[in-house]
T-cell receptor, first 114, second 111 residues
Framework: SQTIHQWPATLVQPVGSPLSLECTVEGTSNPNLYWYRQAAGRGLQLLFYSVGIGQISSEVPQNLSASRPQDRQFILSSKKLLLSDSGFYLC?????????????FGPGTRLTVT | QKEVEQDPGPLSVPEGAIVSLNCTYSNSAFQYFMWYRQYSRKGPELLMYTYSSGNKEDGRFTAQVDKSSKYISLFIRDSQPSDSATYLCAMRNTGGFKTIFGAGTRLFVKA
C-alpha cells in the first residue's frame, strides 16, 4: 500500500530564516505531487504541483519554491520566511494516469513564523 | 463568487443523528466530486469519490451529486462522536491538475 510522509511535523521559525519541508511517497511510481497550504477557517490553497522529476508548476506567486529531485520526493523551500507564511502545509499525491483524480494527503507540517 | 461554497458551521448534533453536509459550486465543467474528513491537526483523509451525477454509498456514508443544481451532499447515518471532524468537499473537471476545495464544515457529534 501507498504511504506519504512529511517532516517535520511542527516548526517554529523566525522571520527571514530559510525553510525546507520534505515529503516522500512510498509504494507508487511516478505520482503527481502537490503542496498545499491551509489557513485557519479557509480551504486548501494549491501552491505547487509536479507531474515528474524536475517538473514544477506554481499556482500562486510568492516567496516559496518547490523542487522534485527524485520521483517520490517533493521539497518546499523558502530563502526568507514572512509572517504570512505561517500555516499548515500539506503534501499530497495522486496516480499519474487518466481518469484517476483522487488525492491522498500526508500528515502535514504546522509552520509558525515568529 | 467563489467556485465552491461550503458552510463552515460548526454543526452540532446528538449521537445517532443523520448529518447532512453540503456544497454548492459554480463551474458546470466539474465532473469529479470528493469528500474528505480532517481531524484536528491531521491531513485530510479521502472518504468518498463520485463521478458526475448520482448517489454513492459506503457504510454509513452516502454522497449525492446533483449537477443540474450544482449541489453536492454527504449524509452520515447513525453519527458517532468519532465522526467529529471537519469535512471538506472537493471537485475538479476532466484533465488538468487543479482540485478546488471547499473551506470545510466543522462537525461535532455529542455523546
Amino acid at each position: 500500500s501507498q504511504t506519504i510522509h512529511q517532516w517535520p511535523a511542527t516548526l517554529v521559525q523566525p522571520v527571514g530564516s530559510p525553510l525546507s519541508l520534505e515529503c516522500t511517497v512510498e509504494g507508487t511510481s511516478n505520482p503527481n505531487l502537490y503542496w498545499y497550504r491551509q489557513a485557519a477557517g479557509r480551504g486548501l490553497q494549491l501552491l505547487f504541483y509536479s507531474v515528474g522529476i524536475g517538473q514544477i508548476s506554481s499556482e500562486v506567486p510568492q516567496n516559496l519554491s518547490a523542487s522534485r529531485p527524485q520521483d517520490r520526493q517533493f521539497i518546499l523551500s523558502s530563502k526568507k520566511l514572512l509572517l504570512s507564511d505561517s500555516g499548515f502545509y500539506l503534501c499530497a499525491w495522486s496516480v499519474n494516469q487518466g481518469g484517476s483524480y483522487e488525492q491522498y494527503f500526508g500528515p502535514g507540517t504546522r509552520l509558525t513564523v515568529t | 463568487q467563489k467556485e465552491v461554497e461550503q458552510d463552515p458551521g460548526p454543526l452540532s448534533v446528538p449521537e445517532g443523528a443523520i448529518v447532512s453536509l453540503n456544497c454548492t459550486y459554480s463551474n458546470s465543467a466539474f465532473q469529479y466530486f470528493m469528500w474528505y474528513r480532517q481531524y484536528s491537526r491531521k491531513g485530510p483523509e479521502l472518504l468518498m469519490y463520485t463521478y458526475s451525477s448520482g448517489n454513492k454509498e459506503d457504510g454509513r456514508f452516502t454522497a449525492q451529486v446533483d449537477k443540474s443544481s450544482k449541489y453536492i451532499s454527504l449524509f452520515i447515518r447513525d453519527s458517532q462522536p468519532s465522526d467529529s471532524a471537519t469535512y471538506l468537499c472537493a471537485m475538479r473537471n476532466t484533465g488538468g491538475f487543479k482540485t478546488i476545495f471547499g473551506a470545510g464544515t466543522r462537525l461535532f457529534v455529542k455523546a
